[in-house]
């Protein structure tokens, strides 16, 4: 019922940026809260970034934060995810994800989470 394509992946040099986002399908985010996540090769899904409906609370993991920013337009049915310093290390597939629940703040594990977009890449390069 609901499908979440990323878009605005690609190569770009360290300390450059680029902004993911990521467009709803089907049923909108509604007051869904959303996250971010990233899969490197060899290495389990983590967590990004997240959101909650309202887009008043947002979370980042510890590598990420001051770097990257989400925010999300309801009206536009998307969430995005700026991304600036980039480090070789921020390369991964980055995913977007709805949580399971309504009016809530988001958690970081990604079984809390039950609509997954495809993915896009993000490389960094030295």
């Known amino acids: 019922q609901v499908q979440l394509v990323e878009s605005g992946g690609g190569l770009v040099q360290a300390g450059g940026s680029l902004r993911l986002s990521c467009a709803a399908s089907?049923?909108?985010?509604?007051?869904?809260?959303t996250g971010w996540f990233r899969q490197a090769p060899g290495k389990e899904r983590e967590f990004v970034a997240s959101?909650?409906?309202?887009?008043?609370?947002?979370n980042y993991a510890d590598s990420v934060k001051g770097r990257f920013a989400i925010s999300r337009d309801n009206a536009k049915n998307t969430v995005s995810l700026q991304m600036n310093s980039l480090k070789p290390e921020d390369t991964a597939v980055y995913y977007c994800?709805?949580?399971?629940?309504?009016?809530?703040?988001?958690?970081?594990?990604?079984?809390?989470?039950?609509?997954w977009g495809q993915g896009t890449q993000v490389t960094v390069s030295s």
């Open positions: 994800a709805r949580h399971r629940q309504r009016f809530v703040v988001p958690g970081t594990k990604p079984y809390e989470y039950d609509y």
């Open positions: 089907g049923r909108t985010f509604g007051t869904y809260a």
């Open positions: 959101i909650t409906w309202t887009g008043g609370t947002t």
